[in-house]
C-alpha cells in the first residue's frame, strides 16, 4: 500500500477529469448521458467517413482523436511509446467488433453505462450486471490458461499508425472537405463545442496513459483477490480508486448541472430490455478481458504504440458500421431482432475463441499478469 499513496491524487484526477469532463460535454452540447461514449462515437465517425448512410449518426467527433493522441503525445514525453505487436490480430479483429456490437445492444460503451448509472438512470444497472457476468467469464479462461499469444517489438512506423490515422481525421474534422459528412438532425449533430471536445479527449488520453486506466481492468480486480502477485500492485489498487472517482464526479457534476434524473422511465438513450442490455454487457466485459483493456483503453493503448490494440480499434470501427448497416443497436422501443441475433452470436463466438485458444495446465499467463497489474 505505501507503493500507491504517491499516486492516489494521479488516479482520483483521472476519475475526475473523467467523470466531470464528459457531464460538462453534455451539458454543452453533446447528447444527454453521451458525453463520451467511445461506441456511439465510433458510429458517428464511421459515418461521417462514409461507411454508413444514416443521416442521424455522422460526424467526426473530436473527442476520440483527442483521446488516441493525447496518450501519444504523453507516451512520447514519458518515453514510454513502444511499437509491439503480432498477437493473434484478426482475433483481435472480431473481438473488437463484437465489443461495438455489445455497446449498441446496450446503448453505450462502459464509460457511458457509469454515466447513465451517474445521472440516475437505473435501466444501466442490466448492463453493469452483464459486464461484471461478462468479466468473470473471462477471467475464468485466462486462469484456466487461455492466451492469444505475447507480442513483439516492432518498427516504430506501425506503432504511428493509428494516432497518424487519428491526426488525420483531427485535419478533417477542421478543415470539412466535401466528401465528409455531417449530420443536420439526430444525435451526432448535437455536440459540445469543437476545441472543449478535443481539449477533454486529450487531457483524458493523457492521463488514462498515466494510470492505465480501464474500467474493466477495475472490476476485474474483484474477482483477482486470490492472486497477491496480481493484486499487490499499486495499479491494481489505482483502478478501483479511478473508477469510483470517476463515478463519484459524474454524479456531482449530473446533480450541479441539473442533469440528474432518477428513475426507469423516460431516461434518455436507454429502454426497457434489461435481459438484452445485459447480455449486450456481457459481451463487452467478456471480450474486454480476451483482449486486456474495454474500449476506452483500447484507444489509450493504440495511441501508445500497441499495435495489437490498434488492430482491435479498426475492428471496433468496422464494427461500428455494421451496427448502423444492419440496425443492431438498441433502441427507445427496445432491441431489434437483428441485434439479438447478434449478441447470441457474439457470446457464441466469445466462448469459441476462449476454448480453441486455452492451453490446460498453464494458468494465468505471463503477458495476462502484466496487463491485470
Known amino acids: 500500500m505505501e507503493k500507491i499513496k504517491p499516486m492516489i491524487p494521479l488516479f482520483v484526477l483521472m476519475g ?15 447528447p444527454a448521458n453521451t458525453g463520451l461514449c467511445v461506441a456511439c462515437f465510433l458510429e458517428n465517425i464511421a459515418g461521417a467517413l462514409g461507411f454508413h448512410d444514416n443521416v442521424r449518426m455522422q460526424y467526426l467527433r473530436p473527442e476520440i482523436m483527442g483521446i488516441v493522441l493525447g496518450a501519444f503525445g504523453f507516451s512520447l514525453f514519458r518515453g514510454e511509446f513502444k511499437s509491439s505487436g503480432g498477437s493473434s490480430p484478426l482475433l483481435r479483429f472480431l473481438v473488437g467488433m463484437l465489443l461495438v456490437i455489445g455497446c449498441a445492444v446496450f446503448i ?21 450486471g452483464g459486464l461484471f457476468a461478462g468479466v468473470y467469464a473471462g477471467l475464468e479462461f485466462i486462469e484456466n490458461g487461455f492466451r492469444l ?32 459528412n455531417q449530420s443536420g438532425k439526430g444525435s451526432a ?49 489505482g483502478l478501483l480508486i479511478s473508477i469510483a472517482s470517476f463515478f463519484a464526479f459524474a454524479l456531482a457534476a449530473s446533480l450541479l448541472t441539473g442533469q440528474f434524473n432518477f428513475g426507469l422511465h423516460g431516461q434518455p438513450s436507454s429502454n426497457l430490455s434489461f435481459g438484452w442490455g445485459f447480455l449486450g454487457m456481457f459481451v463487452v466485459g467478456f471480450g474486454s478481458v480476451l483482449i ?18 490498434g488492430v482491435a480499434v479498426m475492428g471496433m470501427l468496422t464494427g461500428a458500421a455494421l451496427v448502423q448497416n444492419w440496425g443492431l443497436g438498441g433502441t427507445a422501443e427496445g432491441t431489434p431482432l437483428q441485434g439479438q441475433v447478434a449478441v447470441l452470436a457474439g457470446i457464441c463466438l466469445l466462448f469459441a475463441i476462449g476454448l480453441m485458444n486455452r492451453k490446460r ?3 494465468i499467463a505471463p503477458e495476462y499478469q502484466v496487463g491485470l497489474d
Open 361 to 363: 495446465g498453464y494458468g
Open 16 to 30: 475526475a477529469v473523467l467523470g466531470s469532463g464528459a457531464v460538462l460535454l453534455s451539458y454543452y452540447g453533446n
Open 108 to 128: 453505450g460503451c462502459p464509460v457511458k453505462m457509469f454515466l447513465r448509472l451517474a445521472a440516475g438512470d437505473l435501466t444501466a444497472l442490466a448492463g453493469l
Open 149 to 180: 499469444g505475447r507480442a513483439e517489438r516492432a518498427p516504430r512506423t506501425n506503432g504511428l499508425i493509428v494516432p497518424g490515422l487519428m491526426l488525420f481525421l483531427l485535419i478533417l474534422a477542421i478543415v470539412q472537405p466535401f466528401f465528409i
Open 189 to 237: 449533430a448535437q455536440y459540445a463545442p469543437f476545441l472543449l471536445s478535443l481539449g477533454a479527449g486529450l487531457l483524458i488520453g493523457a492521463l488514462a496513459q498515466r494510470t492505465q486506466f480501464c474500467i474493466t481492468g477495475g472490476i476485474a480486480r474483484v474477482f483477482l483477490r486470490g492472486h497477491r502477485d496480481i493484486m499487490n500492485c499499486p495499479r491494481s489498487v
Open 292 to 309: 486486456r483493456g474495454c474500449p476506452l483503453r483500447q484507444l489509450v493503448a493504440s495511441g501508445q504504440g500497441d499495435n495489437d490494440a
